[in-house]
């Protein structure tokens, strides 16, 4: 009896240890979409080579909206994007984005759970998570 509870205690701590460490940058390279968009689709691609790409499209009929790239690296648990643009996740009006006039650097913390990550923002009353595929 004793041994087993030893076994479960050790498994126990094994697996916080895992769970708590800050994932790599091979960790977050890939594709993320904000979940909690209603009318926009924005994808974020994170490339191996440090670009991203961050892709706006109507979520009614798929249509561009605004196609961004920037650069990005990782430090401490946080993603850094170099002139992101932050989603807003309004009504597509029917006009395309043509600049990048309200692009912003910005930090985002990386939380890593089953094997994939996310990260979030928080603008104004509502949260856009971005989770990876």
Do not use: H
């Amino acid at each position: 009896m004793i041994t087993t509870f030893k076994n479960i205690f050790i498994l126990t701590i094994i697996t916080l240890f895992f769970l708590s460490c800050s994932p790599s940058r091979v960790d977050v390279v890939g594709v993320y979409v904000a979940n909690s968009n209603v009318n926009i689709i924005d994808t974020l691609v994170l490339s191996e080579d440090g670009s991203y790409e961050q892709v706006l499209r109507d979520a009614v009929n798929g249509k561009l909206i605004f196609r961004n790239v920037g650069e990005w690296s990782l430090s401490n648990g946080y993603v850094d994007l170099d002139d992101f643009i932050v989603d807003r996740d309004k009504p597509y009006t029917g006009k395309k984005i043509n600049s990048i006039n309200d692009a912003i650097n910005c930090s985002f913390s990386v939380q890593k759970r089953w094997g994939k990550c996310s990260f979030s923002y928080i603008k104004l009353l509502d949260r856009n998570q971005y989770e990876q595929l």
